[in-house]
T-cell receptor
Framework: GAGVSQSPSNKVTEKGKDVELRCDPI?????LYWYRQSLGQGLEFLIY????????KSGLPSDRFSAERTGGSVSTLTIQRTQQEDSAVYLC??????????????FGPGTRLTVL | AQTVTQSQPEMSVQEAETVTLSCTYD???????LFWYKQPPSRQMILVIR??????QNATENRFSVNFQKAAKSFSLKISDSQLGDTAMYFC?????????????FGKGTKLSVIP
């Protein structure tokens, strides 16, 4: 079966522009996560969706970042007025429902965002 | 808050040899999971091995094994008979056990190069 897919694979934008990053989770996975991987750093948690529950947005670094998940499937991460420090790889993961720590998070290939 | 430390930014190993990657973590909790993820140049994060903290027996997956020392909060990964395909970034990660726990905490990674 298909894994987690993300688009675009790479995105180059100018400072101040808005960008949208898309994630398609594995079918049947109701939990969806976004992480950010900056150069030389590990993955940093951004946001978590579980079914119809309110998302945990505690990891979003600023109010320029937002995410939504439509119909419990596809998710979009939006960064408004991009800054150079937003340059990073943005990774999406999904997992089965239930106690999440028991369930493996499957990762997509990420979107490499470069802000000039 | 939990932290994960990988003290080896880069390592190299000859093909067919054995290499050990180090990871330490800090938590005041007793029940958790530890993971090693592999990230090849394709950026796809792949779960290599998982260890439940309540299990004393070290996890093994084919050529991959861990040395889990709970009292020392140490979780090293041993790769035996290294292969060229093992070249990748390796991340140690931590998650608390239990319902409602979903945030993986990652180390900064170790870049492993397998030399032919």
């Amino acid at each position: 079966g298909a894994g987690v897919s993300q688009s675009p694979s790479n995105k180059v934008t100018e400072k101040g522009k808005d960008v949208e990053l898309r994630c398609d989770p594995i079918s049947g996975h109701t939990a969806l996560y976004w992480y950010r991987q900056s150069l030389g750093q590990g993955l940093e948690f951004l946001i978590y969706f579980q079914g119809n529950s309110a998302p945990d947005k505690s990891g979003l670094p600023s109010d320029r970042f937002s995410a939504e998940r439509t119909g419990g499937s596809v998710s979009t991460l939006t960064i408004q007025r991009t800054q150079q420090e937003d340059s990073a790889v943005y990774l999406c993961a999904s997992s089965f429902p239930g106690p999440s720590s028991y369930n493996e998070q499957f990762f997509g290939p990420g979107t490499r965002l470069t802000v000039l | 808050a939990q932290t994960v430390t990988q003290s080896q930014p880069e390592m190299s190993v000859q093909e067919a040899e054995t290499v050990t990657l180090s990871c330490t973590y800090d938590t005041s909790e007793n029940n958790y999971y530890l993971f090693w993820y592999k990230q090849p140049p394709s950026r796809q994060m792949i779960l290599v091995i998982r260890q439940e903290a309540y299990k004393q027996q070290n996890a093994t997956e084919n050529r991959f094994s861990v040395n889990f020392q709970k009292a020392a909060k140490s979780f090293s990964l041993k790769i035996s008979d290294s292969q060229l395909g093992d070249t990748a970034m390796y991340f140690c990660a931590f998650i608390l056990s239990g319902a409602g726990s979903y945030q993986l905490t990652f180390g900064k990674g170790t870049k492993l190069s397998v030399i032919p």
